[in-house]
């Protein structure tokens, strides 16, 4: 059974800062691994999606890592902005058509 | 192109009773996946449809259910409705072809009383 991890649970940070959250997972086999933000009460939006056989991916300040073999994936979010305040979760795909997510860790960003 | 579309968003319902819920996916998609979000457990799956046939199933007693139509739209049923099933129900859908991501809906907020 795959068991995600995320570290920190909760993070605060002053406006301008560079963000570094990790995820961590215990099943190497996977098919790929995406980054969700989700805002209070709120659905989840996609931030990255990594495949397998990927090292990284890029979204504007947002970069996602993937080193598979060791179970990890860092999500870097560079400078970081009050709207960047929310919860990030990631989450692995597997082959049983399901996600398996993190905790998620919360991001607070202070003006 | 549209969203994923859940209804309704909020609902209130009694110990008991019993409720359905609605997922329309991405036009195109095939797969369409429930999940249940808690502040204590998280998200957890419920099951995963892809043309019609439910190819998963996470570990939710059998009042918990589904179904996916022909247009694959779904829907997702709780019978004798508990307080621990008060929740945020979440509806993912994909394209379930190739390396796939997922995209979810805004949920359906539903408290029991």
């Known amino acids: 059974k795959q068991e995600v991890t995320q570290i920190p649970a909760a993070l605060s940070v002053p406006e301008g800062e560079n963000l570094v959250l990790n995820c961590s997972f215990t099943?190497?086999?996977?098919?790929?691994l995406q980054w969700f933000r989700q805002d209070p009460g709120k659905g989840l939006t996609s931030l990255l999606l990594i495949q397998s056989s990927q090292r990284e991916q890029t979204s504007g300040r947002l970069n996602a890592s993937l080193d598979k073999s060791s179970g990890r994936s860092t999500l870097y979010i560079a400078a970081s902005q009050p709207g960047d305040s929310a919860t990030y979760l990631c989450?692995?795909?597997?082959?049983?058509?399901?996600?398996?997510f993190g905790a998620g860790t919360t991001v607070t960003v202070r003006a | 192109k549209a969203g994923v579309t859940q209804t309704p968003r909020y609902l209130i319902k009694t110990r008991g009773q019993q409720v359905t819920l609605s997922c329309s996916p991405i036009s195109g998609h095939r797969s369409v996946s429930w999940y249940q979000q808690t502040p204590g457990q998280g998200l957890q799956f419920l099951f995963e449809y892809f043309s019609e046939t439910q190819r998963n199933k996470g570990n939710f007693p059998g009042r918990f259910s589904g179904r996916q139509f022909s247009n694959s739209r779904s829907e997702m049923n709780v019978s004798t409705l508990e307080l621990g099933d008060s929740a945020l129900y979440l509806c993912?859908?994909?394209?379930?072809?190739?390396?796939?991501?997922?995209?979810f809906g805004s949920g359906t907020r539903l408290t029991v009383v």
């Open positions: 993912a859908s994909s394209a379930a072809v190739g390396n796939y991501g997922y995209t």
């Open positions: 989450a692995t795909r597997s082959n049983d058509y399901k996600l398996s």
């Open positions: 099943d190497s086999a996977i098919y790929n």
